[in-house]
């Protein structure tokens, strides 16, 4: 008999690639364009399939300088993602795309050393956008995640590149390698590099609820919680999970909110009761701007152009 010790246990489900080894189990699905499950050492990780998210919940800047009147598209093309293409890979071969009835020529046993699934998804911005999501597991459960976002004439600024993961419960804390505090492309001259620690999942308590919590030019976040929605689990017991750099440095948020959320509500009050994580891992983030008045808009190289094409990528761990 093979070993399979070290290999990965791929299960081709009709509308699902299932991916399993030792404490890990993930599932992708065809339909909703991304992770649906992500399943460490039994504890689930995924409240909602991953998904790229463009839109931050504007800030007093933003709307002085009519930002969100000019790329508003974004808000609305980020919710609903069409899913143009799939393309599996075993072994970096592409094959047939898994779903029933091509499935029935698997068998319930097999092992491989590696796994990629690339989702193609198409936003209705004018012209349309493309954003090509692609996860390649290893046999040890490592998923780089890279993330491509291609440009086209005519569509307006980004707010922010990222693939959000929406976690059932809250962390209670998150600890990261980076800049100290909240940092924005042009808001990072105060930030000290090192090792943070922050307990729970702070939110900046403006009058208006707005865009917050970034940290830029981070090499590894990781996110502990103790609770899970299993109502088995009686005990607390902490639990973690690492994002890390591959390439370059990324940016990113952790809060109990949505940006759909922050940008619902217009005051403190109206925020929904806190019950998830929110982490946002970011490959772009447009500046915050107000130099010269709250109101100025953001300086040239903070901007992220629309027309151009963009890509970062990172590994849970």
């Avoid at 009147?69 to 609903?80: D, E, F, H, P």
């Avoid at 976690?167 to 105060?190: I, V």
Wanted: some cysteine; aromatic content about 12%; glycine content about 10%.
């Amino acid at each position: 008999m093979e070993n399979t010790a070290t290999k990965l246990r791929v299960i081709y489900g009709d509308c699902t690639l299932g991916l399993k080894g030792k404490g890990f189990h993930y599932i992708f699905s065809y339909t909703r364009g991304g992770m649906e499950s992500l399943n460490k050492n039994g504890k689930e990780w995924l409240y909602r399939e991953t998904l790229p998210t463009f839109w931050r919940a504007l800030t007093d800047n933003d709307r002085g300088n009519g930002f969100g009147y000019r790329s508003s598209v974004w808000l609305g093309a980020g919710k609903y993602p069409k899913v143009k293409q799939i393309q599996v890979k075993i072994e970096d071969t592409a094959i047939e795309l898994p779903i029933a009835p091509v499935n029935n020529q698997y068998s319930n046993t097999e092992y491989v050393s590696s796994a990629e699934i690339l989702f193609t998804l198409e936003y209705n911005t004018v012209p349309k956008t493309e954003v090509v999501v692609s996860y390649r597991i290893n046999a040890l459960g490592e998923i780089k995640v890279n993330v491509v976002y291609h440009g086209q004439k005519g569509v307006p600024e980004l707010p922010l590149l990222g693939i959000r993961f929406i976690m059932p419960t809250q962390a209670t804390s998150f600890t990261y390698e980076g800049l100290s505090g909240e940092t924005y492309p042009d808001r990072m001259a105060g930030g000290v590099e090192g090792i943070y620690k922050i307990t729970g999942l702070p939110v900046t308590p403006y009058l208006v609820p707005q865009d917050c919590g970034v940290h830029m030019k981070t090499k590894w976040v990781e996110i502990t919680r103790d609770t899970t929605l299993s109502n088995v689990e009686k005990e607390k017991e902490k639990f973690s999970l690492r994002f890390e750099q591959v390439t370059g440095d990324f940016a990113f948020s952790a809060l109990p909110y949505t940006a759909e959320e922050l940008e619902n509500a217009t005051h403190r009050e109206e925020l929904p009761p806190a019950r998830r994580t929110v982490l946002t891992m970011l490959g772009r983030v447009r500046g915050v701007g107000g130099i010269n008045s709250w109101g100025a808009d953001v300086e040239d190289d903070y901007h992220i152009s629309g027309e151009e094409d963009h890509e970062f990528s990172f590994v849970i761990k």
